[in-house]
């Protein structure tokens, strides 16, 4: 089985700054799409930002310039560094990945437990 373990949230003040992670355990052959999303209390999920497999990124307009996405495909894990934090950026995280298990089996998308990024004003 696969897994996707978070770290890094915690409560931050506004301006501050904090690193998530999230690695990917289990029987994997490839990571293609590594990404993070957010979900505020009583809001829908919302992308945060994506890197694919060459680190092509993307983000969410709200975020750039201020968080950037980057990942260790040797170690199959992302991150995700926030910087200049706002209190608007409260959140759980969320790890996402869509891993393929063998040479030419079908893609898969899992999430890992997500982890609360609190930023007080």
């Known amino acids: 089985q696969v897994q996707l373990v978070e770290s890094g949230g915690g409560l931050v003040q506004a301006g501050g700054s904090l690193r998530l992670s999230c690695a990917a355990s289990?029987?994997?052959?490839?990571?293609?799409?590594m990404g993070w999303y957010r979900q505020a209390p009583g809001k829908q999920r919302e992308l945060v930002a994506t890197?694919?497999?060459?680190?092509?990124?993307n983000y969410a307009d709200s975020v750039k310039g201020r968080f950037t996405i980057s990942r260790d495909n040797a170690k199959n894990t992302v991150y995700l560094q926030m910087n200049n934090l706002k209190p608007e950026d409260t959140a759980v995280y969320y790890c996402?990945?869509?891993?393929?298990?063998?040479?030419?089996?079908?893609?898969?998308?899992?999430w890992g437990q997500g982890t609360q990024v609190t930023v007080s004003s």
């Open positions: 289990g029987s994997i052959f490839s990571i293609n799409l």
């Open positions: 996402n990945a869509i891993i393929k298990l063998r040479l030419g089996g079908a893609k898969y998308m899992y």
């Open positions: 890197i694919t497999s060459a680190e092509s990124t």
